[in-house]
């Protein structure tokens, strides 16, 4: 075993590889840019080393700047995680050229998956079912636009190197297949620096399932049974569990057997990962290999009860592997889902920003919690926005998923909005229940699984003006602390001479103004909401951020945390943040006019698809943006004229810079006219 270890990655997957590290005794050595120079994995790691500058290309895609450190600290290995440099050929041989071992494959193993039309090739020569398509290196629009109508629509657009859903479309007619060629083409570039394509016959409805094989120097190559990936938006997996509830064990062989051929095809050594495509009636079509650990290995660990990373240190070291295919026998059922800092009531915007509050379900019953950060420390612009990823394990799928449902409502995230409702209620949505899910489920069912736009309900409110009035008469106690206990002035219960005590508590709610009328003290209130609904309440009291209450006939529990001048409130299943006004603060106006489109967060311009004086309608695409792995199409708040136009191609805006502006509306109805 190796004694000192170099971690070229950060967050989740560095911390993840720490932990191994201590249990096995392994000096870690982690690496870190100017943004994560406080990050959780530079705390965790034995010792840490500054590589460059925060975005990934001065820093943690510098492989000379790695190979450097690891030489310098005396490194015996580099694991390279997943992401960055993980399936980069030339980083795994400039490595070993180091006389350094590369935790993974061998170089030649990931050249020959390094396209995904290559790979096509080199499986259906191995035997591996494969999706029909087109894997030519003829590039030319009219070339690939003759091959679309050979192969049939639907096809996918695929970009032939790189994965997690990037330079991806789903073509279902000849019309739509130049523009999303183009986009397809542009993204890839963006990502992989290279945009080579290919294109395949989209099957209807399928499932994404991936089987996870392990080879070791010695010609052993096994798999470790399945992970059923479908639930997926955009090809960006959210949810994934293992076993896969479509597969039994007549199927189950049968994909383990060609995952385990397409291993032996590429003498493999160390984790990797077979990615099918399966079809309703059962057919199964290689889709990709991943050369690397992926996300999703922590379900794999769950029910097997292995350490994968300590399997990938001991086959990097020249060990057997531990098992043979006869030992592998899967137990129980694991379910992940990836917390991320994202609005999903606003298309999934990423989000960034300081974790204020930060409390995740360690050590609940059949829970695991694998995170990048923590409280107090920063979602960065620079990197994905994952905060998380929860992991339950049961007896049973839906012992799993009630322990993760149970997980993420004693979740809680401060700061940058988060996708935790977005979980609870997918978690929840009667398709992914029963298992009926595809790799389209998600997209079909997104507006069902979001639901309407939720207001705050009377308990959430309730739950907002408790913890105001428990805390104003906190703060009046400590400020007169030492004084007589029974001095009236310790009574903050807006008593008057000659009427009764009244308090007003004013917030702000979505777009609403709310104004509540408290009567009482020390937990005992009238609360009147209005003219005509009133609530007795007794009993109010706070441990930590739950608060407790009695009124009407039973006792309410709601989780209320504080934020930056206001509350965090989690009631009837969502998570509301309520703006605390002064008593007597004027009403705050409502949302914005509509006149003005505003980069939503860093990034760059891609695209922009008008001109100064165009007429638009409402919800055309304006501008493109690529910001933190993703393109972010900007489109009009409502139809106008374009009375100004800010955004450059290429240029790089910081959040809320304005790109567009509309003219007036009574100025674009004259321009209209003329």
Same mark, same amino acid.
């Given at each position: 075993?190796?004694?000192?270890?170099?971690?070229?990655?950060?967050?989740?997957?560095?911390?993840?590889?720490?932990?191994?590290?201590?249990?096995?005794?392994?000096?870690?050595?982690?690496?870190?840019?100017? !943004?994560? @120079?406080?990050?959780?994995?530079?705390? %965790?790691?034995?010792? &840490?080393? /500054?590589? =460059? +500058?925060? #975005?990934?290309?001065?820093?943690?895609?510098?492989?000379?700047?790695?190979?450097?450190?690891?030489?310098?600290?005396?490194?015996?290995?580099?694991?390279?995680?997943?992401?960055?440099?993980?399936?980069?050929?030339?980083?795994?041989?400039?490595?070993?050229?180091?006389?350094?071992?590369?935790?993974?494959?061998?170089?030649?193993?990931?050249?020959?998956?390094?396209?995904?039309?290559?790979?096509?090739?080199?499986?259906?020569?191995?035997?591996?079912?494969?999706?029909?398509?087109?894997?030519?290196?003829?590039?030319?629009?009219?070339?690939?636009? !003759?091959? @679309?109508?050979?192969?049939?629509?639907? %096809?996918?657009?695929? &970009?032939? /190197?790189? =994965? +997690?859903? #990037?330079?991806?479309?789903?073509?279902?007619?000849?019309?739509?297949?130049?523009?999303?060629?183009?986009?397809?083409?542009?993204?890839?570039?963006?990502?992989?620096?290279?945009?080579?394509?290919?294109?395949?016959?989209?099957?209807?409805?399928?499932?994404?399932?991936?089987?996870?094989?392990?080879?070791?120097?010695?010609?052993?190559?096994?798999?470790?049974?399945?992970?059923?990936?479908?639930?997926?938006?955009?090809?960006?997996?959210?949810?994934?569990?293992?076993?896969?509830?479509?597969?039994?064990?007549?199927?189950?062989?049968?994909?383990? !057997?060609? @995952?385990?051929?397409?291993?032996?095809? %590429?003498?493999?050594?160390?984790?990797?990962?077979?990615?099918?495509?399966?079809?309703?009636?059962?057919?199964?079509?290689?889709?990709?290999?991943?050369?690397?650990?992926?996300?999703?290995?922590?379900?794999?660990?769950?029910?097997?009860?292995?350490?994968?990373?300590?399997?990938?240190?001991?086959?990097?070291?020249?060990?057997?592997?531990?098992?043979?295919?006869?030992?592998?026998?899967?137990?129980?059922?694991?379910?992940?889902?990836?917390?991320?800092?994202?609005?999903?009531?606003?298309?999934?915007?990423?989000?960034?920003?300081?974790?204020?509050?930060?409390?995740?379900?360690?050590?609940?019953?059949?829970?695991?919690?694998?995170?990048?950060?923590?409280?107090?420390?920063?979602?960065?612009?620079?990197?994905?926005?994952?905060?998380?990823?929860?992991?339950?394990?049961?007896?049973?799928?839906?012992?799993?998923?009630?322990?993760?449902?149970?997980?993420?409502?004693?979740?809680?995230?401060?700061?940058?909005?988060?996708?935790?409702?977005?979980?609870?209620?997918?978690?929840?949505?009667?398709?992914?229940?029963?298992?009926?899910?595809?790799?389209?489920?998600?997209?079909?069912?997104?507006?069902?699984?979001?639901?309407?736009?939720?207001?705050?309900?009377?308990?959430?409110?309730?739950?907002?003006?408790?913890?105001?009035?428990?805390?104003?008469?906190?703060?009046?106690?400590?400020?007169?602390?030492?004084?007589?206990?029974?001095?009236?002035?310790?009574?903050?219960?807006?008593?008057?001479?000659?009427?009764?005590?009244?308090?007003?508590?004013?917030?702000?709610?979505?777009?609403?103004?709310?104004?509540?009328?408290?009567?009482?003290?020390?937990?005992?209130?009238?609360?009147?909401?209005?003219?005509?609904?009133?609530?007795?309440?007794?009993?109010?009291?706070?441990?930590?951020?739950?608060?407790?209450?009695?009124?009407?006939?039973?006792?309410?529990?709601?989780?209320?945390?504080?934020?930056?001048?206001?509350?965090?409130?989690?009631?009837?299943?969502?998570?509301?943040?309520?703006?605390?006004?002064?008593?007597?603060?004027?009403?705050?106006?409502?949302?914005?006019?509509?006149?003005?489109?505003?980069?939503?967060?860093?990034?760059?311009?891609?695209?922009?698809?008008?001109?100064?004086?165009?007429?638009?309608?409402?919800?055309?695409?304006?501008?493109?943006?690529?910001?933190?792995?993703?393109?972010?199409?900007?489109?009009?708040?409502?139809?106008?004229?374009?009375?100004?136009?800010?955004?450059?191609?290429?240029?790089?805006?910081?959040?809320?810079?304005?790109?567009?502006?509309?003219?007036?509306?009574?100025?674009?109805?004259?321009?209209?006219?003329?």
């Amino acid at each position: 075993m190796f004694k000192r270890l170099l971690i070229a990655n950060r967050g989740e997957i560095a911390c993840r590889i720490i932990a191994t590290c201590r249990r096995l005794g392994v000096h870690s050595i982690a690496v870190y840019s100017d !943004a994560d @120079a406080q990050g959780r994995h530079v705390r %965790l790691a034995d010792e &840490a080393w /500054h590589l =460059g +500058g925060s #975005k990934p290309a001065e820093s943690y895609l510098r492989g000379d700047r790695l190979i450097e450190i690891a030489v310098q600290t005396g490194a015996q290995a580099i694991h390279p995680g997943f992401g960055f440099l993980s399936e980069n050929a030339d980083f795994a041989e400039a490595v070993e050229q180091a006389q350094i071992r590369f935790v993974g494959p061998t170089a030649a193993s990931m050249r020959k998956m390094d396209s995904k039309a290559g790979a096509k090739e080199l499986m259906k020569a191995a035997g591996v079912p494969v999706v029909p398509g087109y894997t030519g290196t003829d590039q030319s629009d009219a070339v690939l636009a !003759a091959q @679309a109508e050979k192969i049939g629509y639907p %096809l996918m657009i695929k &970009a032939a /190197h790189g =994965g +997690g859903g #990037k330079g991806m479309r789903i073509v279902r007619s000849a019309e739509e297949f130049a523009p999303a060629l183009a986009s397809a083409r542009r993204e890839a570039t963006g990502a992989f620096g290279k945009d080579r394509m290919l294109l395949e016959r989209y099957v209807e409805t399928p499932r994404h399932i991936e089987l996870q094989v392990f080879g070791d120097q010695h010609g052993s190559v096994i798999h470790l049974g399945e992970r059923e990936c479908s639930v997926q938006r955009r090809y960006q997996k959210i949810i994934e569990e293992s076993p896969s509830p479509f597969v039994d064990a007549e199927l189950r062989a049968r994909m383990g !057997a060609a @995952a385990v051929t397409a291993a032996r095809a %590429l003498d493999y050594v160390g984790a990797g990962t077979v990615e099918f495509i399966v079809g309703p009636d059962g057919g199964y079509y290689f889709m990709e290999m991943n050369t690397r650990l992926q996300v999703e290995h922590p379900v794999t660990e769950a029910v097997l009860g292995v350490d994968l990373v300590e399997w990938q240190l001991r086959v990097a070291a020249g060990e057997p592997l531990p098992w043979r295919q006869e030992q592998v026998q899967a137990s129980g059922h694991a379910i992940e889902a990836r917390l991320y800092a994202e609005d999903a009531d606003a298309g999934f915007l990423p989000g960034s920003g300081q974790l204020e509050r930060l409390r995740l379900p360690q050590g609940q019953p059949g829970m695991r919690v694998d995170a990048g950060v923590d409280e107090g420390d920063t979602v960065s612009v620079y990197y994905d926005p994952m905060i998380a990823k929860l992991i339950a394990y049961g007896d049973d799928r839906e012992q799993a998923r009630a322990r993760l449902l149970n997980g993420i409502a004693h979740s809680l995230v401060v700061g940058p909005k988060s996708n935790l409702d977005f979980l609870s209620r997918l978690l929840e949505h009667q398709k992914f229940v029963t298992a009926q899910i595809d790799t389209g489920y998600l997209d079909r069912a997104l507006e069902e699984v979001l639901g309407p736009e939720a207001q705050i309900d009377r308990q959430g409110l309730t739950a907002a003006v408790l913890r105001a009035l428990l805390e104003e008469e906190q703060e009046a106690a400590r400020r007169h602390h030492g004084d007589d206990r029974h001095s009236p002035w310790l009574i903050a219960d807006g008593w008057r001479l000659g009427h009764r005590g009244k308090r007003l508590q004013r917030f702000v709610a979505g777009e609403r103004n709310v104004t509540v009328a408290a009567h009482g003290a020390s937990g005992d209130y009238r609360l009147d909401f209005d003219a005509e609904e009133h609530l007795q309440v007794s009993g109010a009291s706070i441990d930590g951020d739950q608060l407790r209450w009695f009124a009407e006939g039973r006792l309410h529990r709601v989780t209320v945390a504080p934020v930056s001048g206001g509350y965090q409130v989690h009631a009837g299943g969502r998570r509301h943040t309520l703006r605390h006004l002064p008593a007597f603060a004027p009403a705050l106006a409502s949302a914005a006019s509509g006149d003005v489109l505003n980069a939503p967060m860093p990034g760059r311009i891609v695209a922009v698809r008008v001109a100064e004086g165009a007429q638009v309608q409402a919800e055309q695409e304006l501008v493109v943006m690529e910001a933190m792995k993703m393109e972010l199409s900007l489109k009009a708040p409502r139809a106008g004229v374009i009375a100004s136009l800010r955004a450059e191609v290429g240029a790089f805006v910081e959040a809320d810079t304005l790109l567009v502006q509309l003219a007036k509306a009574e100025q674009g109805g004259s321009e209209n006219a003329a």
